[in-house]
Protein backbone atom coordinates (compact mmCIF):
# COMPACT_ATOMS: atom_id res chain seq x y z
CA UNK A 1 0.00 0.00 0.00
CA UNK A 2 1.39 3.62 -0.99
CA UNK A 3 0.89 6.21 1.67
CA UNK A 4 0.29 10.13 0.84
CA UNK A 5 0.40 12.62 3.28
CA UNK A 6 -0.94 16.11 2.36
CA UNK A 7 -2.20 19.39 4.27
CA UNK A 8 1.09 20.86 5.71
CA UNK A 9 1.21 24.37 5.72
CA UNK A 10 2.03 27.81 7.50
CA UNK A 11 0.35 28.94 10.32
CA UNK A 12 0.23 30.92 12.81
CA UNK A 13 0.04 29.87 16.98
CA UNK A 14 -3.39 29.21 17.81
CA UNK A 15 -4.45 27.91 14.22
CA UNK A 16 -5.88 24.78 13.28
CA UNK A 17 -5.07 22.44 10.47
CA UNK A 18 -5.87 19.32 9.04
CA UNK A 19 -3.62 16.91 7.41
CA UNK A 20 -4.55 14.00 5.47
CA UNK A 21 -3.39 10.54 4.24
CA UNK A 22 -4.28 8.70 1.45
CA UNK A 23 -4.22 5.50 0.83
CA UNK A 24 -3.72 3.37 -2.48
CA UNK A 25 -3.01 0.35 -3.34
CA UNK A 26 -3.91 -3.10 -1.25
CA UNK A 27 -6.60 -0.97 0.45
CA UNK A 28 -8.87 -4.39 0.60
CA UNK A 29 -6.50 -4.95 3.81
CA UNK A 30 -8.29 -3.92 7.46
CA UNK A 31 -4.65 -0.98 8.41
CA UNK A 32 -4.37 0.49 11.50
CA UNK A 33 -2.47 3.99 11.04
CA UNK A 34 -0.84 6.31 12.66
CA UNK A 35 0.58 9.89 12.88
CA UNK A 36 3.98 10.54 13.60
CA UNK A 37 6.30 13.79 13.61
CA UNK A 38 9.25 14.47 13.87
CA UNK A 39 11.24 18.13 14.32
CA UNK A 40 14.62 18.93 13.38
CA UNK A 41 17.26 17.26 15.51
CA UNK A 42 14.77 15.38 16.92
CA UNK A 43 13.24 11.53 17.18
CA UNK A 44 10.33 10.86 15.30
CA UNK A 45 7.36 11.24 17.92
CA UNK A 46 4.40 9.01 18.18
CA UNK A 47 0.69 11.74 18.34
CA UNK A 48 -2.15 9.62 17.67
CA UNK A 49 -3.61 6.00 16.02
CA UNK A 50 -6.80 4.78 15.16
CA UNK A 51 -7.91 1.35 14.26
CA UNK A 52 -9.59 0.30 10.86
CA UNK A 53 -12.76 0.18 13.02
CA UNK A 54 -12.10 3.52 14.27
CA UNK A 55 -13.26 2.69 17.49
CA UNK A 56 -10.23 2.33 19.26
CA UNK A 57 -7.90 5.56 19.39
CA UNK A 58 -4.27 6.20 20.71
CA UNK A 59 -3.25 9.89 21.39
CA UNK A 60 0.21 10.94 22.87
CA UNK A 61 -0.33 13.01 25.99
CA UNK A 62 0.90 16.30 24.92
CA UNK A 63 -2.17 16.62 22.29
CA UNK A 64 -4.69 15.09 23.65
CA UNK A 65 -7.24 17.25 23.60
CA UNK A 66 -5.77 19.34 20.50
CA UNK A 67 -5.48 16.75 18.00
CA UNK A 68 -7.81 14.32 16.91
CA UNK A 69 -7.64 11.22 14.52
CA UNK A 70 -10.27 10.08 11.93
CA UNK A 71 -10.87 8.36 9.35
CA UNK A 72 -12.91 7.80 6.49
CA UNK A 73 -12.78 4.49 4.78
CA UNK A 74 -14.74 5.22 2.06
CA UNK A 75 -12.23 7.72 0.75
CA UNK A 76 -8.94 4.91 2.35
CA UNK A 77 -8.10 8.99 4.04
CA UNK A 78 -7.25 9.59 7.65
CA UNK A 79 -7.13 12.58 9.33
CA UNK A 80 -5.48 14.19 11.53
CA UNK A 81 -7.25 17.41 12.95
CA UNK A 82 -4.87 19.76 14.92
CA UNK A 83 -6.25 22.45 16.83
CA UNK A 84 -4.71 25.55 19.33
CA UNK A 85 -0.95 24.64 17.48
CA UNK A 86 1.75 25.96 19.09
CA UNK A 87 5.31 26.81 17.93
CA UNK A 88 6.64 23.76 18.96
CA UNK A 89 4.40 21.85 16.74
CA UNK A 90 6.21 22.69 14.07
CA UNK A 91 8.03 19.40 12.55
CA UNK A 92 7.11 16.91 9.14
CA UNK A 93 4.49 14.90 10.09
CA UNK A 94 4.29 11.77 8.80
CA UNK A 95 1.04 8.87 8.30
CA UNK A 96 1.69 5.06 8.85
CA UNK A 97 -0.36 2.15 8.61
CA UNK A 98 0.17 -1.60 9.76
CA UNK A 99 -1.84 -4.71 8.30
CA UNK A 100 -3.80 -5.03 11.43
CA UNK A 101 -6.80 -3.25 12.50
CA UNK A 102 -5.38 -2.88 15.84
CA UNK A 103 -3.71 0.37 16.46
CA UNK A 104 -0.08 0.82 17.96
CA UNK A 105 2.37 3.94 19.75
CA UNK A 106 5.30 1.68 18.11
CA UNK A 107 7.09 3.63 15.32
CA UNK A 108 8.52 -0.04 14.73
CA UNK A 109 4.74 -2.04 14.08
CA UNK A 110 4.08 0.25 11.26
CA UNK A 111 4.90 -1.45 7.64
CA UNK A 112 4.24 1.48 5.24
CA UNK A 113 5.26 4.97 5.62
CA UNK A 114 4.17 8.31 4.07
CA UNK A 115 6.56 11.02 2.15
CA UNK A 116 5.59 13.32 5.35
CA UNK A 117 4.17 17.06 5.08
CA UNK A 118 5.40 20.02 7.08
CA UNK A 119 3.96 21.96 9.58
CA UNK A 120 5.11 24.95 10.46
CA UNK A 121 3.75 26.87 13.63
CA UNK A 122 5.16 30.44 13.87
CA UNK A 123 4.80 32.50 17.37
Known amino acids: VQLQASGGGSVQAGDSLRVSCAAS????????VGWFRQAPGKDREFLAAISWSGFSTYYQDSVKGRFTISSDNAKNTTYLQMNSLKPEDTAVYYC?????????????????WGQGTLVTVSS
Open 96 to 112: AARPSGLPSRRADDYVY
Open 25 to 32: GRTSVKYA
